[in-house]
């Protein structure tokens, strides 16, 4: 969750003109040190990674042609780690006193349960970590109308990305056990009482098809952001998540199961609402999502293949902050979203192989802080604390960024997750990695 920030009327530029012909690029440079610190750890051998890694940013409140987020990094004999996030990079263009035109991947607040949330819903998500995804923005055109107390935004596109994960390999028939954020399915069936191997193929589709989708919305916001503000959004689009359908067969010969894995698009509805009230440094709101999946066919009738139902998001959330300090509170209840298997090897009493939401009611508090010691030190961190009854999890999460000039700084990052078992009653993306408790350290060098 991150504190909200009112926003900004930018001033006006002449038509179809931006104020700066070249983008300011910071560049960030890193060394970092990732550990996994359970005892119980098993996801891999190794439990320490080293990574060498640079972010470019460009100042989002500035007035630039080009603007871009974009981080990657290489972990040190563990390729399968390695990750490039390009959560922004568009163009912008002024029209008249009010009216912007982007071109490219850019983040909106399309609905605040999702921004504060990180579900993924409306906006991709970066799930290397899945313990701590990042919103990724949209890709297409947004043309965007700024007045005072009205908002409008519209969104077209012939393109789809869907959510990043983590990286996978497929070696002889199996997952190679080479990145601890990647779930791997089981390893055996029982077939005659005897626990089987399987191996598994994936059938992956042409990228053409997965690219080449359209999506369009839709959002409006009334009020004023000091005070009173509404929104209501609207998009039809692919959903963030591929649905994955699977067929498999016995292998006599070898008395081994082969399994088929297939990835398909699959489209959504999505209803945003929102409603906020602010009063000096307090701010109190509630923000709700209907998510209706299309009912199409996407599989054969050979794939057992998923089922969506529709389902009802709600968020109420209250926070205060000043200068130096910030507390948040939330709670998230989802009604619905059920996903079900239907097909020849569909079963009841097993989990379903893909779910739709990390997980289906929590609560979380926050705490921020942002304090300047001298004139170029400054520690940033958040703490927070997410707790579920439903689903049986508590995950704690620390980051900290100590800045030791305007060049130098360092870096810190802490999960710790207590879960129950998974069941089928109870699928959740916190519980998959109850063992991968994790602390990050490293430095980081502007130039």
Same mark, same amino acid.
């Given at each position: ?6 926003? $900004? ?33 098993? &996801?891999?051998?190794?439990?320490? #990674? ?22 990657? &990094?290489? &972990?040190?004999?563990? %390729? ?49 970590? %899945? ?81 080449? $989708? ?19 959004? #609207?998009?039809?689009? %692919? ?22 894995? $297939? ?93 739709? #939401? ?90």
């Amino acid at each position: 969750m991150k504190l909200s920030t009112p926003p $900004q009327f930018k001033q006006a530029a002449p038509v179809a003109e931006s104020t700066a012909a070249i983008s300011k690029v910071h560049t960030e440079m890193r060394l970092l040190s990732d550990s996994f610190i359970s005892p119980d750890f098993e &996801a891999t051998q190794k439990t320490s #990674y080293q990574f060498v890694g640079a972010q470019l940013r460009t100042d989002p409140f500035a007035d630039e042609v080009l603007k871009m987020d974009v981080s990657g &990094a290489v &972990a040190l004999g563990a %390729p399968l780690l390695n990750y490039l996030n390009i959560a922004e990079l568009y163009t912008q263009s002024r029209f008249g006193d009010d009216s912007t035109l982007y071109i490219g991947r850019k983040r909106i607040n399309w609905n605040e349960m999702d921004a504060r949330w990180d579900l993924g819903v409306w906006e991709p998500l970066f799930k290397w970590n %899945p313990l701590s995804p990042e919103r990724q923005g949209l890709s297409g055109l947004f043309w965007q109308v700024d007045r005072p107390y009205y908002t409008m935004t519209l969104f077209g596109s012939p393109l789809y990305i869907p959510d990043q994960g983590p990286s996978f390999e497929i070696e002889n028939g199996s997952f190679v056990k080479g990145n601890p954020w990647f779930r791997r399915p089981p390893d055996s069936i029982r077939i005659w009482q005897e626990a089987t191997g399987i191996d598994y193929q994936f059938k992956k589709p042409d990228e053409t098809q997965i690219v080449l $989708q359209n999506s369009f919305g839709m959002k409006i916001s009334v009020g004023d952001p000091q005070s009173l503000r509404a929104q209501l959004s #609207y998009a039809y689009k %692919p959903a963030n998540q591929l649905a994955i359908g699977y067929e498999g067969n016995l292998d006599v010969g070898q008395l081994k199961g082969v399994v088929d894995l $297939q990835p398909q698009v699959f489209y959504h509805s999505l209803m945003g609402a929102d409603v906020s009230y602010r009063i000096r440094n307090f701010r109190m709101g509630m923000s709700g999502t209907l998510d209706r999946p299309s009912k199409d066919e996407i599989f054969e009738e050979k794939w057992t293949h998923p089922v969506f139902t529709d389902a009802t998001l709600l968020s109420p959330y209250m926070e205060w902050s000043n200068a130096r300090w910030g507390v948040s509170v939330q709670h998230l209840e989802i009604f619905g979203g059920e996903v079900t298997e239907q097909g020849e090897l569909a079963n009841p009493n097993r989990a379903a192989l893909m779910t739709r #939401y990390p997980y289906r009611q929590a609560q979380q508090i926050a705490l921020m802080t942002n304090y300047a010691f001298k004139k170029d030190r400054r520690l940033i961190s958040k703490l927070s604390l997410t707790h579920s009854e439903k689903n049986d999890f508590d995950l704690i999460r620390f980051s900290a960024r100590f800045r030791l000039s305007g060049l130098w700084s360092l870096m810190g990052e802490m999960q710790m997750v207590k879960a129950g078992p998974l069941t089928v009653e109870n699928q959740n993306e916190i519980a998959q990695f109850v063992n991968n408790d994790r602390l990050m350290v490293g430095v980081a060098y502007v130039f």
